[in-house]
């Protein structure tokens, strides 16, 4: 298998986050074939049509475009607020989109999985869920596997990951990387 470029962008702002970590630890475990990157939301601006037209596309919004449009495959760990994606999440796919040319090639077919995690019970399922409707319109091409950490707390405590989360995500992170390598589920 060859060199695959891997970048997973967490989906909150919170500097003690626990999907900022997760996406993290993603990285730590994935297999020796992929240069994994982290990315995160910081500096994006609430997306605004007169900000756009004003002053074009924040610097942010083009270096995290940049990123990933080099990769090879993109995860996006969502946290879950209110049993949906943040509005940060929601908002950075919305400036990535801009200009309207700019989705495609930035989005289409683009190998993508969902993962995240929460202290909760349903291991970010609601997100993950509200996030399929706009990842559907972006055109990616959708891992079929979600990883989903509840109890996060316990899992990713002050002595670091449990072996057996360690152990999950090493695994996913193995089976997308073979996803891309394999074309992200294109014909």
Request: proline share 5%; with cysteine.
């Amino acid at each position: 298998m060859s060199q695959l470029s891997m970048l997973a962008v967490s989906g909150s702002l919170r500097s003690a986050s626990f999907n900022t970590r997760l996406a993290q630890l993603l990285a730590e475990v994935a297999p020796a074939n992929c240069r994994f990157e982290v990315a995160t939301l910081n500096g994006i601006p609430l997306y605004d049509g007169d900000l756009e037209e004003a002053e074009g596309i924040p610097e942010a919004v083009d270096a995290l475009r940049q990123r990933i449009k080099q990769a090879d495959g993109l995860i996006l760990v969502t946290p879950e607020y209110n049993a949906g994606m943040p509005g940060v999440l929601k908002n950075a796919l919305d400036w990535l989109t801009r200009p309207g040319e700019e989705m495609r090639p930035t989005f289409g077919h683009r190998p993508t999985a969902l993962a995240g995690a929460t202290p909760g019970a349903w291991g970010t399922a609601f997100a993950q869920a509200s996030a399929l409707i706009n990842l559907r319109q972006l055109g990616v091409s959708l891992f079929p596997d979600y990883l989903r950490i509840s109890g996060v707390a316990e899992k990713l405590g002050e002595d670091g990951a449990s072996e057996e989360l360690r152990d999950q995500l090493r695994k996913f992170v193995s089976r997308f990387s073979e996803f891309c390598a394999a074309g992200g589920g294109r014909d």
